[in-house]
T-cell receptor, first 110, second 113 residues
């Protein structure tokens, strides 16, 4: 059974701090990795994707991938209260589907 | 434009009703998906269409019937649902496979009474 694991949180950080969200996956053959943000009652919104080992930066967001350790992370710099949401890690499956983790709830305190 | 449009946004239906959920995308994507999401849970895959052909059916009960009339449209026909089927139903699309970026619609909040 291919799995994606995330700490469910809640993760609480003060405004302006760096939030670090982590995800591990079981399928060593996985090639594509995604982070979705989901506000309560809304649909998931794609915020980052990464396919190669290393870091990928987009504005305040940095995705990090380490295939050897089967680990992917999302860093949010200068966290804002509007970043408070559930963050879903997803991994591209071999059958042409996304395998989601259970999500980490982030709370940014003003 | 990364828009996937779902209608209706909200739906209340009785257990004997027949209704349909609709999804549309104009990004030229050739893979489309239906997911079901219960509160505080991740999205759960129901169906995958690839090039308008059903490629994955995750053992979904027959009271849910998908249809892909063309590459831009995806429907989910509902019949004889149960109260436990109440959930947020999400449509998504991606270029060809889910190992490329997938974009979600805003969802249909379904309540079965």
């Amino acid at each position: 059974q291919k799995e994606v694991e995330q700490n469910s949180g809640p993760l609480s950080v003060p405004e302006g701090a760096i939030a670090s969200l982590n995800c591990t996956y079981s399928d060593r053959g996985s090639q594509s990795f995604f982070w979705y943000r989901q506000y309560s009652g809304k649909s998931p919104e794609l915020i980052m994707f990464i396919y190669s080992n290393g870091d990928k930066e987009d504005g305040r967001f940095t995705a990090q991938l380490n295939k050897a350790s089967q680990y992917v992370s999302l860093l949010i710099r200068d966290s804002q209260p509007s970043d408070s949401a559930t963050y879903l890690c997803a991994v591209g499956g071999s059958q042409g589907n996304l395998i989601f983790g259970k999500g980490t709830k982030l709370s940014v305190k003003p | 434009d990364t828009e996937v449009t779902q209608t209706p946004k909200h739906l209340v239906m009785g257990m004997t009703n027949k209704k349909s959920l609709k999804c549309e995308q104009h990004m030229g994507h050739r893979a489309m998906y239906w997911y079901k999401q219960k509160a505080k849970k991740p999205p759960e895959l129901m169906f995958v269409y690839s090039y308008e052909k059903l490629s994955i059916n995750e053992s979904v009960p027959s009271r849910f019937s998908p249809e892909c009339p063309n590459s831009s449209l995806l429907n989910l026909h509902l019949h004889a649902l149960q109260p436990e089927d109440s959930a947020l139903y999400l449509c998504a699309s991606s270029q060809a496979r889910a190992d490329t970026e997938a974009f979600f619609g805003q969802g249909t909040r379904l309540t079965v009474v």
